[in-house]
């Protein structure tokens, strides 16, 4: 079971690298709580699988044909922590601030569905906050179709 909740962008989760095959993350992990298969293969011809672990607060999405690989997180889990801090912690002015110390810069924020969003395209992540609180954090990398990020 997994016991570090550390972010980092561009590279992965604990000790989940982006990358990762989808038989490796269910080994480290065990089977999910939910699972479903979101491919558009006929239409797009893109093939993604979403599993959801509830005991880590925690949704890993899996990207290739060829081979699923981890591509993206999205955690809801107060333990997380993002360059030494609890990122949940976090308000908006406090993400900002935390990701310009550390070199992300490419800042983008959007209101969507009654949530606002702070999105840092340079490192692929985005913020989610229901008023000034924190709700989740999602990050992730390109895949292409044989499961290598690009």
């Not at 797009?44 to 081979?67: A, L, P, Q, V």
Request: proline share 2%.
């Amino acid at each position: 079971m997994m016991k570090n909740f550390v972010i980092e962008p561009l590279k992965g989760f604990g000790e989940i690298p982006f990358g990762m095959s989808l038989d490796e993350a269910v080994k480290l992990l065990g089977s999910p709580n939910f699972y479903e298969e979101l491919s558009d293969m006929e239409e797009t011809g893109n093939r993604s699988i979403f599993y959801e672990y509830d005991d880590i607060e925690t949704n890993i999405y899996f990207e290739g044909i060829t081979k699923s690989v981890v591509a993206c997180f999205e955690t809801e889990n107060h333990d997380a922590v993002l360059f030494s801090t609890k990122v949940m912690e976090l308000n908006r002015a406090e993400v900002i601030e935390l990701m310009h110390e550390n070199g992300f810069k490419e800042l983008e924020e959007e209101d969507e569905d009654g949530e606002h969003r702070v999105s840092f395209e340079d490192a692929m992540i985005d913020f989610f906050f229901n008023g000034d609180e924190m709700t989740a954090v999602s990050w992730g990398v390109l895949v292409d179709d044989q499961g290598n990020i690009i």
